[in-house]
């Protein structure tokens, strides 16, 4: 039957009513007179609905004084509604406008029926999924948080032993990982046996991340721990699960599936803001369909991963407890619209196990009572049922982001955002120069060690970090928590760093050079212009020179800094995932730049921009676009156009706007001013923003200025006012404008893109780009070490709507804070990055657009204004690849973009992952220069199996990108291809006889060969090898025909 409500209420006015609903909207239906309840006098109520003889609702109201054994018999209000016939009383409830947090209700066996069948629900069945939250860190630091999932999961299998109906599910790949490298070989052959009997269920996440701000590759990575682990010991790895953080990329579902990933349970934290409204908790469980058609089965909670304590699973509550609660929390499903008999039902706490608790709840309850029945069980028996029970159409289907919930917080440590996002950039840089690398030398990948990278970024972009709520710390635990988060940043940005090296001394270990020469290489998956910078050894920096591109044989254009002894110029047409050679030719040079460069100490102005500074304060007056003729500051704005301002807490929690910080003084110098790049320089007093540095390049359609933040500087924040934020303001002459932010595979509306929800998270996470635009004109925005941005104003809670009227960008560049209360009580300072610079830098790359968004041109822009080109120095030396340039790796569809390059798990092949961006179905190529490419097939996301294979046109792979079925909230949407895995390498011969800037014909792991003057094959000691070696064979131009390589795998994941 539909439920209805009825309401009795009492007015201002002391009159008694009666009110119900008709179409869903309350509708008053009798009152008495006023004041039958008088202002400050004590009277006792009697509501009652009860059948009348044809079975339609009596309502019915008395009202008495005096005490409640007074009561009269005749009825101040009597109502019979004859349009319905009463079932049943669902529940009943007292609300009053006192202190908040009063609510009395009785419960609908309470008013009548037997209590002994337990609660009047129409939900029967209730699956316990029982679980540890995560947190690295929060409740202890993360070396006790490691400790503790030694101990917990020990007591776990134990009870798995004595109970053959107990279940238990690791959450997170991270708990099993540290438990892992703690136990025995006995132990951990316990551990296996349990996961495989279905009794013990893993995760496919390795943490709970801010999935909105994780790395291209790194959301890919977060499921390859517990896939790797689950192939290696057979046992079924199906539901991903997500806890606490409320907000979720819309990229999950598509990497989900496409790794065999059947579920995702979403253990959603919304007392912040956030909860959807559509869907609903009747529309669960539902279809999370990404952006390219891919699916998983969902289920949220709408009360958090620790939903159970609210239901009678608390950690004191009893068995009547239970019945108390789920008496007055089933209603409230039922009333929210959910009508399937099963549950799903969440009990987890943080960092916390409590044994046999809920087991024995459980049990005393089924003992008991008649309704509902509880099942301990994993989340893949409760979706196993829910499917095998009502088939899979029984379930909506919904496509939506969930928001950038909570990623905010990781502006509370500067040095750790930048540091971990640089090894996003540089970890994919690495792995490709390194799959390049295996190719050549024959050598496999550190794979150990690119994991430990990758470990460490995780832990980074887990929703814990740094710092935590009062009262959980003592002052060493402080320290050492946040002492161990700034490490992992640490350690995967140095990762990152190292990897690079290896990666470039690898792919260009068998490049030849005449001289001096230096290689540009390109780590991005296209074709690139762009500025490099090198730096010579003294004995060249201090001659004269030409620096000629090699292969044209055109001179170049370069600039000195002295400084340093490094030269800037411009590169050009360097290839996809390759090189370009620059020879260093002595002699005085005599190039000429083209196009526009100049400078003053108040302006800059290149082909595409003028750009004006105040030098009072250091801010821009103007920023003129030259190439689309548009004025880019806004002339209203109350701000300056790159001007210190913050906000406290308090202001953020009601939505003020920034607070401008101008400085006592500014001075404005020429630093750089050459034929390549010119540069301005501002130094201020009074203020935290110490510097800014403003810079042109010649031929480059980009704004850049560095901004350095003093936090030393900053006043001391204590612990009543707990932050102030800080940005500087950035307000664009754009207005009422669209947004497109670059999140994990491709750009999110999120405008449109979003689930309906009645409060969002406004603000956004860009990997690299930030787009906006209105019907006039736009930008392109990205900044190196910053993942947070906003429009007009900052929040610290969710609002109802988002901010897009103003195009004042503020970026999130610090959160200070300055105090904590203790453990103990006290209140005393502390470091949020123990050891760090108080300087915080941040670099900010700006381009004007036209009012349309060209994501293929955005992506473009902010992968190349935040991956510069790598450069080596090289000496004379012999080698066998192409000396002028070459792509390793190149994919041939210009609205695709080629992201990771890798070596395959299984050391046979390399990987690649693309992502079609504009939505439109075309035939991706992927080919190489170098390396003759043969078998591909499609493999899963996360490599755990192989697929089907893949056609070929020469030595070019085709891959077919189909475009997803477009939801009815989004105007757009693009997506990625299937996987695919090269997997060996076929004869390509086109001549026999060889030039020698080829690639070795044969490699093995102790000797490189090269092909002799006589056509035969030959190493470097001089023994002769023949030229028809099987495998894998050097492609490019004139190839020497096959030669022996490792086999490697490239597969195509997205």
Request: aromatic share 10%.
């Amino acid at each position: 039957p539909a439920l209805l409500k009825y309401r009795m209420r009492v007015n201002g006015s002391g009159a008694v009513a009666l009110w119900r609903t008709q179409s869903g909207v309350l509708t008053q239906v009798a009152i008495t007179g006023n004041n039958t309840i008088p202002a400050n006098q004590k009277r006792w109520i009697r509501f009652e609905i009860d059948p009348d003889p044809s079975g339609h609702p009596r309502l019915r109201v008395r009202v008495w004084g005096t005490s409640a054994s007074s009561e009269t018999t005749s009825w101040n209000l009597d109502y019979l509604d004859a349009n319905d016939t009463l079932a049943r009383v669902h529940r009943m409830e007292l609300i009053a406008d006192g202190p908040k947090g009063i609510k009395t209700w009785i419960d609908d066996l309470d008013a009548w029926g037997d209590m002994s069948v337990g609660v009047d629900s129409s939900i029967k069945t209730i699956y316990l999924m029982e679980e540890s939250h995560l947190d690295i860190g929060f409740t202890d630091p993360p070396d006790t948080v490691e400790q503790f999932y030694k101990t917990s999961l020990d007591q776990v299998l134990q009870n798995l032993d004595a109970d053959p109906d107990y279940r238990w599910f690791i959450e997170s790949g991270w708990d099993l990982d540290r438990w892992w490298e703690r136990s025995t070989g006995a132990e951990q052959q316990n551990m296996i046996a349990k996961l495989q009997s279905g009794r013990l269920r893993l995760a496919a996440g390795y943490a709970n991340l801010h999935t909105t701000t994780a790395g291209h590759e790194e959301m890919t990575r977060s499921i390859y721990w517990s896939s790797r682990f689950a192939r290696d010991h057979g046992i079924p790895l199906r539901t991903f699960v997500q806890d606490d953080v409320p907000g979720a990329t819309f990229a999950i579902p598509e990497i989900l599936a496409r790794s065999g990933v059947e579920f995702y349970v979403g253990g959603m934290n919304t007392p912040f803001g956030g909860k959807l409204t559509s869907p609903n908790h009747g529309d669960r469980p539902f279809w999370w369909v990404g952006p390219d058609g891919s699916k998983v089965l969902t289920w949220i909670t709408f009360d958090s991963y620790a939903e159970g304590l609210d239901y009678g699973f608390s950690f004191f509550d009893d068995l009547n407890a239970l019945h108390t609660k789920l008496g007055k929390k089933l209603p409230e499903q039922e009333e929210a619209g959910y009508d399937w008999p099963e549950m799903l039902m969440m009990r987890a706490f943080d960092n916390q196990y409590q044994g046999f608790h809920q087991r024995d709840l459980v049990n005393q309850w089924n003992a008991a009572y008649t309704n509902p029945k509880f099942v301990l069980a994993t989340p893949d028996e409760f979706f196993d049922h829910m499917l095998a029970t009502y088939g899979p159409n029984a379930f909506p289907s919904f496509h939506g982001d969930f928001g950038a919930a909570w990623s905010l917080s990781h502006a509370n440590a500067p040095h750790v955002e930048a540091m971990v996002r640089e090894s996003h950039r540089e970890g994919r840089a690495a792995e490709a120069l390194i799959a390049a690398g295996t190719v050549l030398d024959g050598n496999p990948a550190p794979r150990d060690t690119i994991d430990k990278m990758y470990r460490n970024m995780l832990q980074v972009d887990e929703h814990s970090g740094p710092g935590g709520w009062d009262g959980y710390f003592t002052p060493e635990e402080m320290n050492r928590n946040n002492t161990i988060h700034y490490s992992y940043a640490q350690t995967a940005r140095d990762t990152a760093q190292q990897l690079v090296g290896e990666g470039l001394d690898r792919a260009l270990s068998d490049l030849p050079v005449a001289g001096n020469a230096v290689a540009v290489v390109n780590a991005l998956g296209r074709a690139r212009d762009g500025v490099a910078r090198v730096q010579l050894t003294p004995d060249i920096y201090g001659t004269t020179f030409k620096l000629v591109e090699h292969g044209s044989g055109n001179e170049v254009v370069y600039q000195r800094l002295d400084a340093t002894s490094e030269i800037l110029f411009r590169a050009s047409s360097v290839p996809a995932f390759g090189y370009r050679v620059y020879d260093l030719v002595p002699g005085s040079p005599t190039a000429v730049p083209t196009g526009m460069l100049q400078a003053t100490p108040t302006s800059l102005e290149n082909d595409f921009y003028r750009i004006t500074i105040d030098p009072a304060d250091g801010s821009l007056t103007s920023l003129y676009d030259k190439a689309r003729a548009k004025e880019m500051i806004d002339p209203a704005s109350p701000y300056d156009f790159n001007e210190l301002a913050n906000l406290t807490k308090s202001q953020m929690d009601g939505g003020q706007s920034p607070v401008a910080v101008p400085p006592s003084t500014a001075s404005a110098a020429l630093d750089w001013n050459g034929p390549v790049a010119a540069s301005v320089v501002v130094n201020r007093t009074g203020s935290a923003h110490t510097q800014t540095t403003y810079k042109l390049y010649r031929n480059e359609d980009r704004v850049e200025f560095e901004n350095v933040l003093d936090r030393s500087l900053m006043p001391y924040v204590n612990h009543s006012t707990a932050t102030v934020a800080y940005t500087v303001t950035l307000p664009f002459d754009v207005h009422n404008f669209s947004i497109r932010s670059e999140t994990t595979t491709r750009f999110l509306d999120p405008l449109t893109d979003g689930f309906q929800r009645d409060s969002v998270f406004d603000w956004h996470n860009a990997e690299h780009t930030l787009a906006f635009w209105d019907g006039a004109k736009g930008a392109l925005y990205a900044v190196d070490s910053v993942d947070a941005h906003s429009f007009e104003r900052f929040w610290s809670l969710a609002p109802p709507s988002w901010s897009h009227g103003s195009g004042l960008v503020l970026s999130r560049l610090e959160d200070k804070s300055d105090e904590y209360q203790f453990e103990d009580g006290t209140i005393g300072p502390y470091e949020i990055e123990p050891g760090a610079s108080p300087i915080i830098r941040s670099t900010h790359e700006i381009r004007g657009m036209n009012p349309s968004f060209d994501p293929t041109g955005a992506s473009r822009f902010g992968f190349e204004a935040l991956n510069a080109l790598k450069t080596r120095l090289l000496a004379h030396r012999p080698g066998n690849l192409p000396y002028d340039a070459v792509s390793f790796f190149a994919v041939d569809a210009p609205g695709v973009l080629l992201y990771t390059v890798k070596k395959a798990d299984d050391g046979d092949g390399l990987v690649f992952r693309l992502t079609e961006l504009t939505g439109s179905a075309t035939t991706a190529g992927i080919t190489s220069q170098t390396f003759t490419l043969s078998s591909p097939e499609t493999v899963p996301q996360n490599e755990n199996a192989g697929g089907a294979p893949l056609s070929m046109s020469g030595n070019t792979v085709e891959v077919p990108l189909q475009t997803g079925p477009v939801g009815s909230r989004r105007t757009a949407c693009s997506a990625p291809p299937t996987p695919c895995s090269l997997r060996g390498l076929p004869p390509h011969t086109t001549s026999s006889r060889p030039p020698r800037s080829m690639i070795p014909c044969c490699t093995t792991a102790s000797a490189t060969t090269t092909w002799s003057s006589e056509g035969t094959c030959q190493d470097r000691r001089g023994h002769a090898r023949d030229r028809r070696v099987r495998g894998v064979s050097g492609g490019g131009h004139g190839s020497p025909g096959p030669r022996r390589l490792p086999r490697a795998s490239s597969a195509l994941a997205a």
